[in-house]
Structure formats: C-alpha cells, structure tokens
C-alpha cells in the first residue's frame, strides 16, 4: 500500500491540486473517524446500561427481599469485614462464594447493610447478563447486521422479568442468573477467537473462568463444562475425520484447539474440586451438597406443567391473566418462539460448520431445560433455568439474523420479534420491615428461616434474628454462621412464629418450643406475628 500510495502522490501534485492531503494525513483521518465512532458507540452502549439498570431496580423493587437474598448479603457483610474464607459458614447447595459474595461485599461497603443493597445487586446482575447477551448476540458482525441483533437481544432481554415470578427469577433471587454473567464472558471469549487463528493461551483462560465460576454453582457442569466439552469432542473427530489422506498425528496435531477447549473443560471439574478442598482445609464454608432427584419414567413422559414455568422467564405466562396483561404476556409468546426456532435451527446445521459459540448455547439451553423437566428442580421454580434467558436470546439473535457469509443463509427466518412491553412498575411494603421495627427493643431472637434474616437486614443489623429448622426447634444450617447459635456469645430471649399461612404456622412447632424453653413470660402479637420472649437464654434451652 504504501509503494502504490508513493507513487500516486507526485501524479495529484502535477494535477495542480491547490490544497492536498497526503496519504499519511488521509489515514491519521480515517482513523480518526474510525476513532470517532467507537466512542459514540461506547457512550451509547453506557446510557443504555444506565437506562436498563435504573429500570431493573425498579423491577426489583416490586419482588421484597427474602431471606435467601438477605443471607448472602450477610455473608458479603462478613467478608468484607475480614472473614475472607467464610469460616463457620454453611451455604446453600449454591454457594456463590466466587461470584455474587464478593458483590454483594463490594457495595456493601458503599451502600451499608440494608435492604436497597440486595435489589441493587439483583438489578446490576441482570444488567450486566443483557449487555453480555448483547454482545455475544453481536458477534463479528458490523452495520446494520449487528444493529438488529443488539436490538433483538435487548428486546428479549427487557421485556423478559414478568411481575412476579419472572421478577423473582431473573431480577431478585441470588442463583443461576448470577451464573450466567461469567459464563458470557468465557462463551464472549471463545466467539471472539472462534474466528482468527487459534492461540494458546485461550483453553488456559477457559479452564481458569470455568474453574472460578464452577466453585460457586455447581449447575455449570450441565450448561457449561458439559456443552463445551462435547463441542470440543465433535469438532476434534470432524476436524480428524476431514483430514484422512494424511498421517494420523498431523491431524491430531492440526485439531489440537478443539481437543484443548474440551480439555479444558474437564480439567475446570478437576481444578474447582481441588480448589473446595483447599477451602475446607483452610477452615472455609461448608457447602449443602446438591441432591438431585429423577422423576421416573413413567411419570415424566407425561408431566409437562414444569414446562410451563419456562414461559414465566419471557413473561409469557398467561395463565390466570385477563384484559391488557393476558394481551401483553401472549404477546412475548413471540420471545419463547424465536428461542426455540434458534435452537432447532442450531439442531438441524449443528455439524454443518456453525460457530462455537452457537452449538454451546444450544447444547447448554437443551441440557437445562430437560434436567428440570426430569428432576424434582422443577418444584423449585423457575430460577432453576434462569440461565435460559441470555442464553436463548443471544443464540436467537445469532442464528435468526445471520451475516452474508453464514451457515444459516438460504433458510427462512420468522417475521416478527418483540416490539414493546409494559412495564407496571411498582412496589409494596414488606411485612419483615414492620416486624423489624417492633423488634428493636429485643435485640437477637429466633425466628422461621423466611422471618430471620430478611427482617435482621431490614433493621439494619440493629435486630438479629436466626433461623430454626423447618417443623423443630435446631438451628437451621442454611445459608447461616453456626457462630450465631453459640449461648456464650449471644444472647436470645424471643421466637417469632408467622400465623399467616398454615406452612408458616407449622414452621416453628409452639409446643415443641414450650417444652424445651417452658412458657414465654411475655406474648405479643403484631399482624400475623406472635412474638414469645423469655427472660432466659434460648441458646441454652433448645435442643442443639
């Protein structure tokens, strides 16, 4: 370029041109406005995610925090206040310990122990999954191609949290849709390098990311160490297979990318489980092992309504919805279809030279959703597959809007995408905030597990309530610091037992607190809370 550029300059001199611009000058130009529109992208790109994060804490404003949300704040309390390896922690079958802990310590330490702190983190958690989603949505396409793939992403994305439900899985509840973030970025990673010469140090930084998100929720087995590594597998053979004609180790050694990432993706599993007991040894948190259930086969063919909850993460659930809501939630029926025409698509080019990134999703969203169908997660609800969201609306976008050069060119594309939704914003009192308030003369007592941590956070720390085990009266090793049920350090003298609904009035079994701890001497009754407090130490007198 720069013999021909040498070489046209003296002729546009001879030309007589009164001011000219050297090549050098055009170029510093070219860049200049290359330059230029980055940055204008970039500042688009940052409204945007303003504008979505302060519209997601309002959307979880309208969903109270629980005691689940309000106990990994705790643990981020903790950590921040120098027990970095959570010692005496038990957490749940999700530790999170990596992921939203750390989070949640970091804005603590801005925005203190309260309430607002946990909707913050729910509202950031789901910003950053779109904007991944956006991006991945995007991939190395540019113009208009990448404009309508942006904006399909973003649109699944915003109209996806349904009041309710939906609002609880997606922007609420500290679980899988805290997964999703890392995993973007490992799949962001590996779409990026998909499409230039393989380098190295890739399957190293995958097996790194896939270890460090691994050790804090083990579903990244099922949606992404067990999708890369089968992607991983089938291209190696493909790629093995291709080039018979030649001599066996120059195909292996010519496929040692595709066996690296699925290499990769085995040795995350290795790595994270040296990783838990390293922790252990060091005196770290106790991790509630995973128990999986598998509904049999003769009742699974024909159970279907857990499906139904997959509806719920596109705000497409109209069941029990009339007027204007029933019109808007079957409008997002559109969402649910263009996700499951991208992964059929995906289905039918999965050996036809398809990105990485798009057999991964595919593959991740199918082991998702039928591990829920089968298994007793599907009681559980639909953050079980929240995972599913991002990971859908990306693929949609990527199989549905293809560039020029694309395997997925000369296959027709469903019309229509989600063009807008109603967002009711809005939000209640949480009753744990009243009880809270009536509670702080007493100070540390015990409580149900959904009216203990909720409501010490709603104090502000200034009341401490722990929880029981459901139906007894032991401490309840949940999401909880064994540290808060030890008589020499603390002192308990009231239970709070909820008479609202038959479940919560059984939680904690009046009589059996009475036999251990006698008759309270004082009873107190606020909405549907009793409060029974003692003059006596309740950490000696119930049962360990």
């Not at 029990?320 to 263009?338: I, K, N, Q, R």
Request: a positive charge; glycine letters at 8%; proline letters at 5%.
């Amino acid at each position: 370029m720069r013999r021909a550029a040498s070489r046209g300059a003296p002729a546009a001199a001879d030309a007589g041109a009164g001011a000219q611009t050297t090549p050098g000058e055009a170029g510093q130009r070219s860049t200049g406005r290359w330059t230029w529109r980055r940055w204008r992208a970039a500042a688009a790109f940052a409204v945007a995610a303003a504008a979505l994060f302060c519209v997601y804490l309002r959307l979880s404003g309208t969903s109270p925090m629980n005691s689940d949300s309000a106990n990994v704040l705790l643990m981020g309390w903790d950590m921040l206040h120098g027990n970095l390896l959570l010692h005496g922690w038990y957490t749940a079958d999700v530790s999170v310990y990596t992921t939203e802990v750390p989070q949640y310590a970091l804005l603590a330490s801005f925005l203190g122990l309260h309430p607002e702190t946990a909707h913050v983190a729910a509202a950031m958690t789901y910003t950053l999954a779109t904007l991944l989603a956006v991006l991945l949505a995007k991939g190395g396409t540019s113009g208009r191609t990448a404009l309508v793939r942006m904006v399909m992403t973003g649109g699944m994305m915003v109209v996806a949290p349904q009041l309710g439900a939906s609002v609880y899985a997606l922007d609420m509840i500290v679980d899988h849709i805290g997964t999703s973030v890392p995993l973007l970025v490992i799949w962001l990673l590996l779409d990026r390098f998909d499409r230039s010469p393989p380098r190295y140090w890739v399957p190293v930084l995958t097996t790194l990311l896939l270890t460090w998100v691994l050790i804090a929720d083990p579903i990244v087995l099922v949606v992404g160490v067990a999708p890369l590594a089968l992607v991983g597998g089938i291209r190696f053979i493909q790629g093995v297979w291709a080039g018979r004609g030649t001599r066996w180790t120059q195909r292996v050694r010519a496929q040692w990318y595709p066996l690296s990432l699925a290499c990769a993706a085995a040795a995350s599993v290795l790595w994270a489980r040296l990783a838990e007991r390293l922790l252990t040894a060091r005196g770290g948190f106790t991790v509630n092992p995973v128990v999986v259930t598998f509904t049999p086969w003769h009742e699974w063919r024909t159970y279907f309504p857990p499906l139904w909850k997959v509806l719920q993460l596109y705000g497409a659930d109209y069941r029990g919805l009339t007027g204007a809501a029933f019109a808007f939630a079957v409008l997002h029926l559109v969402s649910v279809a263009l996700a499951g025409w991208a992964v059929l698509r995906v289905a039918r080019r999965f050996f036809g030279g398809i990105p990485l990134a798009d057999q991964v999703l595919a593959v991740a969203i199918v082991l998702n959703v039928v591990l829920y169908a089968v298994s007793d997660a599907s009681t559980q609800g639909a953050h079980e597959i929240a995972i599913v969201a991002p990971f859908a609306a990306a693929l949609a976008a990527r199989t549905l809007i293809p560039q020029a050069r694309s395997a997925y060119r000369g296959e027709r594309n469903p019309a229509g995408s989600v063009a807008a939704s109603r967002l009711r914003l809005g939000g209640y009192a949480s009753a744990a905030l009243v009880l809270a308030g009536y509670l702080g003369s007493l100070g540390y007592g015990l409580a149900g597990y959904w009216q203990a941590s909720s409501v010490t956070v709603d104090s502000g720390g200034r009341v401490a309530v722990r929880a029981l085990a459901p139906y007894s009266t032991q401490p309840y090793l949940w999401l909880a610091n064994r540290s808060w049920y030890d008589p020499a350090s603390h002192w308990a003298n009231f239970i709070v037992i909820d008479t609202q609904t038959r479940r919560f009035a059984t939680w904690v079994p009046r009589a059996t607190i009475e036999k251990y701890a006698g008759a309270p001497a004082r009873t107190y009754r606020t909405g549907p809370y009793i409060i029974m407090v003692w003059d006596e130490n309740l950490l000696r007198s119930l049962p360990p």
